[in-house]
């Protein structure tokens, strides 16, 4: 059994909210429900959690700004966005189009990416490949492209300031959400470019951040601890 873990389960749904948290509750953790995206602004910052479930919306923001939002703040809390597809978020969050490409790095299909991407558009590489950033790069400095390739989040706004960038990569050795918080930020910002987020080729809640619904509970309640961690 997987130690006990202070949770939040947010929902705009309250019957799901309540019934993940007394399952949660039954197996021995701490949990609580919130219903809607101000309860559960309220409870995140009345406390500490270890794992926060966030599907919800706060007036006059779309789910994914909801997401952001909720989830400033506290370093030590793993956020987890439940109920959409990794597609639904990554278009959503795209303001100019979002492609997931194949996760072996062909020339040709990186370059038409990079090609038909809108002025900040997102291409997703689930690479398993070893320095797979590396040799995006190189690919695509040989193409004759100004290329950033970020490996900390700290050194996005750095980097694109330096000089003139055409394409960003971010590979930020983190999980997908992550990366999509990043490259928000820049939108928000008026700084997005067409961006590469190079994600683990694992497609589970621990590399994306992302649960999609219906989810199943036992398997869920298995990776709580490689959730929190």
């Known amino acids: ?10 929902d705009d749904d309250a019957d799901a909210a309540h019934a993940l948290a007394e399952l949660l509750n039954v197996e021995g953790h701490d949990a609580e429900a919130a219903v809607g995206g101000r309860e559960a602004g309220r409870r995140l910052g009345n406390g500490a959690f270890d794992i926060a479930f966030l599907d919800t919306v706060l007036p006059g923001r779309s789910d994914i700004e909801s997401f952001f939002a909720l989830s400033e703040g506290r370093e030590d809390t793993r956020y987890l966005m439940t109920g959409y597809c990794l597609g639904q978020l990554l278009h959503q969050t795209a303001k100019d189009g979002a492609q997931i490409l194949p996760g072996r790095i062909q020339a040709s299909t990186v370059l038409k990416a990079v090609k038909d991407a809108g002025s900040d558009g997102i291409m997703l590489l689930p690479s398993a ?3 797979a950033g590396r040799v995006l790069h190189d690919l695509l400095v040989e193409s004759e492209y100004a290329v950033a390739h ?3 989040a700290a050194g996005v706004a750095d980097a694109l300031e330096a000089r003139r960038v055409h394409v960003l990569i971010l590979d930020l050795g983190s999980r997908l959400i992550e990366a999509l918080k990043v490259y928000s930020a820049l939108q928000a910002e ?5 961006t590469i987020i190079l994600a683990s ?3 589970n809640a621990i590399a994306t951040g992302i649960i999609g619904k219906p989810y199943d509970p036992q398997l869920l309640l298995g990776q709580i601890d490689a959730l929190a961690a």
Not at 1 to 10: E, G, K, N, T
């Open 190 to 194: 008026n700084r997005g470019k067409p």
């Open 150 to 152: 970020v490996t900390e």
């Open 1 to 10: 059994m997987a130690r006990p873990r202070r949770i939040l389960v947010a």
């Open 201 to 203: 080729a694992d497609d």
């Open 129 to 131: 490949e070893p320095e």
